[in-house]
T-cell receptor, first 115, second 114 residues
């Protein structure tokens, strides 16, 4: 059972474009939603995370939008750059229940930003 | 080093063999985690250590998998009687505490079982 569904599987944008990656979750106990960025041969690195007490969080060029009623959240990358080309993973966990470390990841989105 | 260090970076073994994968967390991080990432998938949780004890091993797929952290720092993931389906990248992560701001992942150990 895939508890976090991520789309699209891959995405190509031009430099300066705004790629959007979407995730949907099923487990209503999830209340911590981080996004990780992974370059080839490297481990995932935390980009930005949100808890459900807010509907949007922005850090630099990265913004998370969160819709609790729809059980969906998305990542927007403003003014995308070729250096943003990587695989992006959404994840979710049960923070309030003490299992924030037990992340359930989506399958990832391979983003390519063309110069 | 500044980050999580994992060795070996690559391991090729034959079906049925025993393997050990090592993780050296960021200095001072009390929490340590093992995840497994299969090709084209996101990482999957295996086990969480707080200090020396395994606080949550619910992600270990079966009793062929075992992990230790005897002194509360370095951890070893042990896989007995390896199977081809065990082939994956094994990722280690650490954090200052269980409720720390995110997990810091290493680069992983790629295991290939022939």
């Amino acid at each position: 059972q895939q508890q976090v569904k991520q789309s699209p599987q891959s995405l190509i944008v031009q430099k300066g474009g705004i790629p959007i990656i979407n995730c949907a979750y099923e487990n209503t106990a999830f209340d911590y939603f981080p996004w990780y960025q992974q370059f080839p041969g490297k481990g995932p690195a935390l980009l930005i995370a949100i808890r459900p007490d807010v509907s949007e969080k922005k850090e630099g060029r990265f913004t998370i939008s969160f819709n609790k009623s729809a059980k969906q959240f998305s990542l927007h990358i403003m003014d995308s750059q070729p250096g943003d080309s990587a695989t992006y993973f959404c994840a979710a966990s049960d923070w309030s229940g003490g299992s924030n470390y037990k992340l359930t990841f989506g399958k990832g989105t391979l983003l390519t930003v063309n110069p | 080093g500044a980050g999580v260090s994992q060795t070996p970076s690559n391991k090729v073994t034959e079906k049925g063999k025993y393997v050990e994968l090592r993780c050296d967390p960021i200095s001072g991080h009390t929490a340590l985690y093992w995840y497994r990432q299969s090709l084209g998938q996101g990482p999957e949780f295996l086990i969480y250590f707080q200090g020396t004890g395994a606080a949550d091993d619910s992600g270990l797929p079966n009793d062929r998998f075992f992990a230790v952290r005897p002194e509360g720092s370095v951890s070893t993931l042990k896989i007995q009687r390896t199977e081809r389906g065990d082939s994956a990248v094994y990722l280690c992560a650490s954090s200052p505490s269980r409720t720390g701001a995110g997990l810091f992942f290493g680069e992983g150990s790629r295991l290939t079982v022939l």
